[in-house]
């Protein structure tokens, strides 16, 4: 299976990216492709809701010449695709906001003159996030977003691993923290 892994945080060696360290080495381990895309490296500009992506249902189609367009193709050649970004404000980051408004109207052909396809039906779609509350109080509101993202897109939703951070003064990482990501990858890679 190839994992697209979607990397939302704007540090390089930050919580989300340490909880993706075991979790990578997992897939890797146990056969799996893992591509990983740094957003705060890519130019992705906001949705003009303009509908021009409505008009070609055969791809992705966007006035906007970006790094969306790219994103795009890889998503497309990917069967999961792991949204890792730590939680700002109850929600993912900027760069990945941008991109999942644009992938919403981009992939779903659902609100041109007529009702086309889903171009991304069946991926799977999953979360590795961080955040500084307990997860049912910091990741909940971003999960039932992307669990509503992903029944409009006709995605298969395959969970959340959400671990906490109990503030600049204590290490964030542990081996506790490792298991849980090394479980969730050899959860994603079952199915």
Known sequence: MKFLILQGSPRKNGNTMQCLQPFCETLKNAGHEVDLVWLYDKKIAGCRACRFCQEDWSKFTCTIQDDAVFLADQIMSSDCIILATPIYSWYCTPPMKALLDRMVYGMNMYYGERKGPSLWAGKKMAIVTTCGYRPEKG?????????????????????????????????????????????????????
């Open 139 to 191: 990741a909940d509101l971003f999960e039932e977003g992307i669990r509503r993202y992903c029944r409009h897109s006709q995605l298969q939703y395959m969970g959340m691993l959400a671990e906490r951070h109990l503030g600049y003064q204590s290490a964030f990482m542990d081996e506790t923290k490792a298991a849980h990501a090394r479980a969730f990858a050899l959860k994603l890679c079952k199915v």
